[in-house]
């Protein structure tokens, strides 16, 4: 097998932009997304409270998944805010959400100025948003911002380091730190996830709790996530200089012969749910 080389880090990250696919395109990777982690998802917010008639908001909504659960769990009498950067998310995200029992309106926006009414909310929530951002706690700043006295903020982000295969292979030994080189190339922390509950503690949020869980699998499509997530991320990081066309296909193709056997076990970043209580 050939050595994959690492991207290296510099201390002047590129402009920042979300280095996957969006709308139409980015529909199959997101559902399967959502297969593997829309369980937690949905657990955490029963946790922290979700229920009927709540103000909700989304941030970062994608293509719709979890802002359809909340609409159904908060109901005829409750409202939810999706917001998102990209017009093509939120035009799929409408079509996610279609039927639900909450209504929905869907805002293009950024993450650090959502333009949603401050402490207008009961309960705000995010889900591999803070990973993307150079500026993550501008954007726990303005979730809190728009939380009334009591409301909840509910976070959820990986630790991309912790990703490894039992027994380790060369790949997956390395595939971390590729993630996390690379993220440092683009001024963002993919290790963020661990990060969440001091920055919640920091940021004046009570009562703050955190759960971790770590996926794994021995075979299916779940256990082609990441192989699937480094062709995405790899379309545009080659656009923007990071890698080569040929570093992502030998990535890619080391990670598929291992997603193919059914003998290795391959454990997906552990993923940290953090939630705390506006004062």
């Not at 909700?56 to 979890?66: F, T």
């Not at 997530?229 to 080391?254: K, W």
């Amino acid at each position: 097998m050939s050595t994959i080389p690492a991207i290296q880090p510099t201390h002047s990250p590129l402009p920042e932009r979300y280095y996957l696919h969006t709308g139409a395109a980015a529909a199959p990777r997101l559902g399967l997304l959502h297969t593997i982690f829309g369980p937690g998802t949905e657990h955490v917010l029963r946790r922290a409270g979700i229920r009927s008639g709540m103000r909700v908001a989304d941030i970062g909504c994608g293509v719709g998944h979890v802002t359809r659960f909340l609409a159904d769990c908060v109901g005829p009498s409750g409202n939810v805010s999706a917001v998102d950067g990209s017009d093509d998310q939120l035009e799929v995200a409408r079509q996610t959400t279609s039927g639900t029992t909450g209504r929905v309106d869907f805002v293009r926006a950024s993450a650090y100025d959502t333009t949603l009414p401050r402490g207008a909310y009961d309960l705000v929530c995010c889900r591999f948003l803070l990973c993307h951002l150079q500026r993550p706690l501008d954007a726990i700043a303005e979730m809190r911002a728009l939380l009334r006295p009591g409301g909840v903020l509910v976070c959820e982000d990986m630790e991309a380091s912790t990703l490894t295969s039992i027994p380790e292979t060369e790949i997956y030994a390395r595939m971390g730190e590729v993630a996390r080189q690379g993220g440092s190339r683009r001024g963002t922390d993919v290790d963020i996830g661990r990060r969440l509950p001091e920055y919640l503690v920091n940021r004046g949020f009570a009562d703050v709790r955190a759960a971790l869980w770590q996926p794994a699998y021995f075979e299916g499509e779940e256990k082609r996530f990441w192989e699937y997530s480094t062709l995405e991320t790899g379309a545009h990081a080659v656009e923007a200089g990071l890698v080569t066309e040929q570093e992502i296909a030998e990535r890619a193709a080391a990670m598929r012969e291992i997603n193919l056997d059914p003998a290795i076990l391959l454990l997906l970043p552990r993923i940290w749910q953090v939630w705390g209580v506006k004062p």
